[in-house]
């Protein structure tokens, strides 16, 4: 049957600290990673990308970082604030054959307190 | 206004009866995907499109059935077969690169399909 309710990992934090969500992913010949967010009752929002020739990425208050030795993605979003609390999914692809498929964590609920 | 519109955003049906969800974008985008989230989890991959008039199966494409006669367009009918219809069903699009240049997929709003 379908599970019910949230058992989601959680993250608090104050508003102006930075957060790290991270994601270990499974599969070794994925090749592209990307993070979303997502508000309740919304669609995801694509937050950042990372290929695998990198191991680090930033953008406006975000830094991704791959580490594909022990194939583990993280998120860095500095200064957090109150319109970041959401989930946050990554999210990987493995290229090839499966070019297009994404394959999405479980997803991480982001609380930020003012 | 550029984007993927899913409509409606709720909608309730009777078991055993077919229905049909819309997915509309105008982003000149080839690629279009179906995806469906249940509570607590991530969002899994239904039925895909690189280009009009093929498609290919997800991961759980049992008990759905997709189209793609125009580009803009990639409705998905949830069947009488699917045994667990209820949940929120996320439309996407993206450019169609290839493995050495993968594109971002955008998301539509969602609709919430209940089925009773």
């Known amino acids: 049957g379908e599970s019910v309710g949230l058992h989601l990992p959680t993250l608090s934090v104050q508003e102006g600290d930075n957060s790290i969500i991270n994601c270990a992913y499974s599969?070794?010949?994925?090749?592209?990673f990307i993070w979303y967010k997502q508000e309740s009752g919304k669609g995801p929002q694509f937050i950042i990308d990372i290929r695998s020739n990198m191991d680090k990425r930033q953008g406006q208050r975000v830094t991704v970082l791959l580490n594909k030795t022990v194939k583990h993605l993280s998120l860095q979003i500095a200064a957090t604030q109150p319109g970041d609390s959401a989930v946050y999914f990554c999210?990987?692809?493995?290229?090839?054959?499966?070019?297009?498929?994404?394959?999405f964590g479980q997803g991480t609920i982001l609380t930020v307190h003012p | 206004d550029g984007g993927i519109t899913q409509s409606p955003k709720y909608l309730f049906r009777k078991e055993g009866q077919n229905v049909t969800l819309s997915c509309e974008q105008n982003l000149n985008h080839d690629a279009m995907y179906w995806y469906r989230q249940d509570p607590g989890q991530g969002l899994r991959l239904i039925y895909y499109?690189?280009?009009?008039?093929?498609?290919q199966k997800g991961d759980i494409a049992e008990g759905y059935s997709v189209s793609r006669e125009k580009k803009e367009s990639f409705p998905l009918t949830v069947t009488s077969a699917q045994k667990n219809p209820t949940a929120f069903y996320l439309c996407?699009?993206?450019?169609?690169?290839?493995?050495?240049?993968?594109?971002?997929?955008?998301f539509g709003p969602g609709t919430r399909l209940t089925v009773t």
């Open positions: 999210a990987e692809e493995a290229g090839g054959t499966s070019y297009g498929k994404l394959t």
């Open positions: 996407a699009s993206s450019m169609t690169g290839n493995s050495e240049i993968p594109y971002e997929q955008y």
């Open positions: 499109s690189q280009i009009v008039n093929d498609f």
């Open positions: 599969n070794s010949a994925s090749d592209y």
